[in-house]
Nanobody
């Protein structure tokens, strides 16, 4: 069983930066592609960013491209989301997720159904 624990969410002013982290427990970390999603009040959960198991490929939602960077440390079993130039509309609960890659060659990072495990979420609030 995999456990994901997010941290780093807080109240920040618009234009500021924040780094979210997600600690992965329970299985072989580099066998999992990792994703970040977010859910704003009254809205559906949406894709933010993702990174493959070996860290060689990343993907970003158009709404955050250029402002957000996803990275992972396969020794520490952590994945991070660096967010810069934060906007009020970035306010949301951010979720870390794990997609077991196995021997698949395909990767569908935007598809929530691909992900097998989810963290409990961390709240990011951007004040305008």
């Amino acid at each position: 069983q995999v456990q994901l624990v997010e941290s780093g969410g807080e109240l920040v002013q618009a234009g500021g930066s924040l780094r979210l982290s997600c600690a992965f427990f329970g299985r072989t970390f580099n066998m999992y592609h990792m994703g970040w999603f977010r859910q704003a009040p009254g809205k559906e959960r949406e894709f933010v960013a993702a990174i493959t198991g070996n860290g060689g490929n990343t993907d970003y939602a158009d709404s955050v491209k250029g402002r957000v960077s996803v990275s992972r440390d396969n020794v520490q079993s952590t994945v991070s989301l660096q967010m810069n130039s934060l906007k009020f509309e970035d306010t949301a609960v951010f979720y870390c997720s794990a997609d077991w890659a196995g021997d698949r060659t395909s990767w569908y990072p935007h598809n929530e159904m691909q992900y097998d495990y989810w963290g409990q979420g961390t709240q990011v609030t951007v004040s305008s």
